[in-house]
């Protein structure tokens, strides 16, 4: 079982918004706070995507096809990350998961986004 447990998707409109959210609720807060981490996404016939990743410092960076959609953030003492998404496109449907970006652990359930009108 991961240690990630994420959730938020649901079904948006081409040109909607969702807010995805992750919580490792069985870390604690000084293993979470240093870590790299990463949403990721893996639509059906396609490859695993790292869509965005954030650093301890809270650096952020995205590949340049979803800056200006997407903003990654976290909160560190309630142990959480978060994925703002903009202006969705159905290319975005996708299962989203969150993980470290380095040495991921094992997977969660991930969170299904569907876009779609």
């Known amino acids: 079982q991961g240690q990630f447990v994420e959730s938020g998707g649901g079904l948006a409109q081409p040109g909607g918004s969702l807010r995805l959210s992750c919580v490792a609720s069985r870390m604690i807060f000084s293993t979470f706070a240093p870590l790299d981490l990463g949403w990721y996404r893996h639509a059906p016939g396609k490859q695993s995507e790292l869509v965005a990743s954030?650093?301890?410092?809270?650096?952020?960076n995205y590949p340049d096809s979803l800056k200006g959609r997407f903003t990654i953030t976290r909160n560190n003492s309630r142990k959480r990350l978060y994925l703002q998404m903009n202006s969705l496109k159905p290319e975005d449907t996708a299962v989203y998961y969150c993980?470290?970006?380095?040495?991921?652990?094992?997977w969660g359930q991930g969170t299904q986004v569907i876009v779609s009108s």
């Open positions: 954030i650093d301890s410092d809270g650096n952020t």
């Open positions: 993980n470290k970006l380095h040495s991921p652990d094992s």
